[in-house]
């Protein structure tokens, strides 16, 4: 079980790099319906984000209540980079799924995508 701000380190095995992020339009990111990618949540709850206080936990939480900016990390790939960011922007704005679920998804992405 997650202890503190630490991250398990075991994962279901899903390289985020090479997940396949829906194509979304702008309507897709002004109103957003996205809905829960099983896949996704199995990975957020193996690496320990779900129901949990790590630092990545606590950004989405500043993000999501009052805004912010993200410190990108600079060697992502491009391809991962455009797909993760405007999913992460989507999802986190979405009506559809559990605020839980919607937190350990965008917190896993937030550990790929910024620096702490």
Do not use: W
Not at 3 to 10: L, S, T, W
Not at 62 to 82: H, M, T, V
Not at 85 to 109: D, N, R, V, W
């Amino acid at each position: 079980m997650e202890q503190g701000n630490a991250v398990k380190k075991e994962s279901a095995g899903l390289d985020l790099r090479s997940f396949k992020f829906p194509k979304l339009t702008g309507l897709d990111m002004a109103f957003s319906t996205l809905r829960t990618d099983p896949e996704l949540l199995a990975e957020a709850k193996a690496r320990g984000f779900y129901n949990s206080n790590t630092p990545h936990n606590k950004l989405f939480a500043e993000l999501f209540f009052s805004g912010g900016k993200l410190n990108i990390k600079k060697d992502l790939p491009e391809d991962f980079r455009a797909a993760a960011l405007p999913y992460l922007k989507s999802f986190m704005g979405s009506f559809e799924p559990q605020h839980e679920e919607k937190e350990a998804i965008c917190a896993m992405l937030l550990s790929e995508l910024v620096d702490a």
